[in-house]
T-cell receptor, first 114, second 115 residues
Framework: EAGVAQSPRYKIIEKRQSVAFWCNPI?????LYWYQQILGQGPKLLIQ????????DSQLPKDRFSAERLKGVDSTLKIQPAKLEDSAVYLC????????????FGQGTRLTVV | AQKVTQAQTEISVVEKEDVTLDCVYE???????LFWYKQPPSGELVFLIR??????QNEISGRYSWNFQKSTSSFNFTITASQVVDSAVYFC????????????FGAGTILRVKS
């Protein structure tokens, strides 16, 4: 079974530029998550999708971050404009539908904003 | 409110030593789930275990064991006879039934196993 795929692995941009990350979850997983992991901290949930609907985006900075999962499969997370404090690893995860099933994570995209 | 505390920022041991990683959690829900994940240098989070709040039975899987104690709100993780390949960051996480599958992570413990 293929794992969660993310691209790119690394990205360096200047502040105020825009950037987009892509995630393809494990086949058949209805739930998709984007987490932000700042260096030295645990991951923090940004947004959770169930199929193509948003379940939780309470911690997404909506003035600059957006995410979509139009066909209920792969997803894109965008930051526009980026700030220095957005430097982090962005992790995508997926899980089967149902309560508290384990989430499987991709390798993440390491974003550096300079 | 959900909160997970991993007080140990970094632990260094010599190969073959046993090591315990501490995790303390806070929740108001009676139904919740606790997780441990391993993050090797490659970056992805690897699922290790999930326990629900109604099952306090300790679990052993090879060199790994977990001790869940509701009385102290702790879910500690022990690695027996540590190996260099165990070197990683370990995260404890909590999800509450009322919040679906949202995971709240601790800050992580860096484990360094030296040969």
């Amino acid at each position: 079974e293929a794992g969660v795929a993310q691209s790119p692995r690394y990205k360096i941009i200047e502040k105020r530029q825009s950037v987009a990350f892509w995630c393809n979850p494990i086949s058949g997983h209805a739930t998709l998550y984007w987490y932000q992991q700042i260096l030295g901290q645990g991951p923090k949930l940004l947004i959770q999708f169930q199929n193509n609907g948003v379940v939780d985006d309470s911690q997404l900075p909506k003035d600059r971050f957006s995410a979509e999962r139009l066909k209920g499969v792969d997803s894109t997370l965008k930051i526009q404009p980026a700030k220095l404090e957005d430097s982090a690893v962005y992790l995508c995860a997926s899980s089967r539908a149902g309560r508290n099933t384990e989430a499987f994570f991709g390798q993440g995209t390491r974003l550096t904003v300079v | 409110a959900q909160k997970v505390t991993q007080a140990q920022t970094e632990i260094s041991v010599v190969e073959k030593e046993d090591v315990t990683l501490d995790c303390v959690y806070e929740t108001r829900d009676t139904t919740y789930y606790l997780f441990w994940y391993k993050q090797p240098p490659s970056g992805e989070l690897v699922f290790l275990i999930r326990r629900n709040s109604f099952d306090e039975q300790n679990e052993i899987s090879g060199r790994y064991s977990w001790n869940f104690q509701k009385s102290t709100s702790s879910f500690n993780f022990t690695i027996t006879a540590s190996q260099v390949v165990d070197s990683a960051v370990y995260f404890c996480a909590l999800s509450e039934a009322s919040y679906g599958n949202k995971l709240v992570f601790g800050a992580g413990t860096i484990l360094r196993v030296k040969s």
